[in-house]
């Protein structure tokens, strides 16, 4: 199989307004396709449909136009879900029920057998890492973390080709932080497919193959990390850093300097330009008001500067 | 490893039990024993040797007003609280399909119904026998089945509305069915007596409509000591499910294209 994941032309309207005649587009016309054995992340801002994408993956939502494929089979096929895992945001689940029961009570729901269940129980429940003393506590006595835990519990009971993580670091401290980071790690070890969206750019650096950004419902990008920042990067600006002068007479000196921008830092004056062709100019304007030249690098493309840049185009 | 429609719907009744549990909802039988217990002792002296049939009256009418509070209250309940608290997105992510959750959640209610009832029924009976009327006693079980029945279709009634509607007005909706499913009769009899064409079929078809909740009707006859005779039982328990399969595939119909935002 190429594709885990195949989305086509996938558009969801929301009918607002008290008739309900009134439409607003969440999503419009999401194509993309996701390899298997990757940890893909899913980015965008608030209200860029990264969650209706999930839901509609999930059968949570019918989409108004499009159609996608999990595993090969359509998503309005339910029995494809004994293969797919998901942890909603913010998950919550039945209060009333503790840890262990909710894990047993999934694991019935795929038809293991008690032994099984108790022994998924407590494997899952380690790798989260909730505490022993917790899991036979009710849901309703959780914090948001311990909820969290739960829910990516939850979401590998059965084993899961592919497992669908929506905002899956929310709630989490910096320690559960790691610890989850590693279970998605491990799995991508088992073979397993991860698609994940976030807000926690440091999270899809350290972890995610490849990345899809989406913007007012569309997609603005999408390729492995590497590529788009290389893409990115290939026409970058340069930052200059400039000591023992002030950064009014520096302003000055490189007015006449076609879109160089001049910023005050505790280290010094940090002059950007757009063109190689422009340092020259730059180290002779510095060297004539008495400065001296402490760097000279070139502006590297983050993932917050693509992120940003999907949001704003 | 059985994994099949009716071991998931199975495990969601199931569940569904264990939630009215802990969420209290059989407490009302404590409060139904006092009652009971009370009639026992207090009635014999005031009701002049009818003090059986008091405490079937009183016993039978407050298993059905305690038996539709439930199906009502916590009827309306079943599907919006999931909705509301967001448990049917994990649930829905698994292999479930809507209909097996809409009818294991409603099994599940009853079966607390059921308990529920027959806790109730040992309690009118063990009074029974305590004022020494055992053939009174005995011969309450098949009017505790017809209000079980009867219980079965407005918790069917409840989870229909609940999967379009809001529960406080599912719930009142509800209520206005209970109420008037036991004036159906009343409504098809005034439709005749009417005169007006256009009356009388209106009022027949909320007759065919409306669930004819008369026909499990039976408690002021068992306090006389009548039983329902075997055509009353099947004949109850054949419309029962009959209604009931027809409410809860509408209600899986509309629950099966609402959008989960």
Redesign the interface.
Known sequence: MEYIVEIKDLSKDYETGFWRKKKVRALDGLTLNVRPGQIFGFLGGNGAGKTTTIKILMSLLFPTEGSAKILGSDISDVSMHSRIGYCPENPYFYDYLTANELLDYFGQIFGYDTAKRKQLTDELLTAVGLEEKSRSRQLRKFSKGMQQRVGLAQALVNDPEIVFLDEPMSGLDPVGRREIRELIVSLREKGKTVFMSTHILSDVEALCDEVAILRGGRLAATGSLSELLSTGNEQRAFELLIGGVASEQMRNAVSGINGAKVLTKPAGTAIEVQNESDIDAVIAAARTCGGKIISVNPVSLSLEDLFVEAKNR | ???GPL??IF??AL?TF??AI??RVLYNLVLFVLLITASAILLGDLTDGHEARTIVNIGTNAMLLFGAFISIFVGVGLVSKEIE?????????????RAEFIVGKYLGLCLTLLVNVAVMAVGVTLALLYVGSGALAAGIWPTVYLIFLELCILTAVAILFSSFSTPALSALFTFCIFVIGHLSASLRELGNALGSAFAKYVLTAVYYLLPNLSLFSFRTEAANAMVPNAAMLLGGTAYAVVYIAILLTVAVIIFS?R???
């Open positions: 490893m059985s994994n071991h998931r495990v969601i569940n264990r939630e802990r969420d608290k967001r448990t049917v997105f994990a649930i829905f992510a698994k292999p479930v399909n294209r959008n989960f935002k």
